[in-house]
Nanobody, 127 residues
């Protein structure tokens, strides 16, 4: 069992930065591929970024590539999402999720099939 708790969301002006954290419980965190997803009001949940359990491979949605960076610290059971050059269209609830067996390519394809989800943290970007 893995429990995920996101933090770091808030209100920021366009062009600003935020760093989201996702703290995981459980001894097997280091064996899970970890993803960040987001859901804007009235829209479906969408993929943002994913990092392999080793930390050696990452993938990003085209909309955030070059602006967002995903990383993880397995010793701290934490995955991060560094968000720079934020835009109003980045406004959403951001969720972290864990998958033991889905590959990072499969995770990039969409949110279905993830094993565990956090409750989300709201990011609001004002223009």
């Amino acid at each position: 069992q893995v429990q995920l708790v996101e933090s770091g969301g808030g209100l920021v002006q366009a062009g600003g930065s935020l760093r989201l954290s996702c703290a995981a419980s459980g001894r097997t965190f280091s064996t899970y591929n970890m993803g960040w997803f987001r859901q804007a009001p009235g829209k479906e949940r969408e993929f943002v970024a994913v990092i392999r359990w080793t930390g050696g491979s990452t993938l990003y949605a085209d909309s955030v590539k070059g602006r967002f960076t995903i990383s993880r610290d397995n010793a701290k059971n934490t995955v991060y999402l560094e968000m720079n050059s934020l835009k109003p269209e980045d406004t959403a609830v951001y969720y972290c999720a864990a998958s033991r067996y889905r590959t990072i390519m499969e995770i990039m394809a969409g949110p279905n099939g993830m094993d565990y989800w956090g409750k989300g943290t709201l990011v609001t970007v004002s223009s």
